[in-house]
């Protein structure tokens, strides 16, 4: 996995993905792929749990902060 992803994503993504590539022999692309929907999703969630204004540039929503208890909600 491109190392700016790990930088860029919480660990339950991480080791998610990480999972994925290692122990279900995902290729590389098939995990980017994994990622970018997470991401996509992850920020949806942020803006739709009011964690994030409505009208704030999509694209530099941070997903660092989410954790597996926003991920229990």
Known sequence: MAEAYFD??????KDFLSYMETIKGKSKN???E???DLRLFFRFMKVHNGLEE????????EIRDIDIDMLKK
């Open 54 to 61: 409505n009208d704030k540039d999509f694209e530099k929503i």
């Open 30 to 32: 098939t995990v980017h």
């Open 34 to 36: 994994y990622y970018y």
């Open 8 to 13: 860029e994503a919480p660990f339950v993504i």
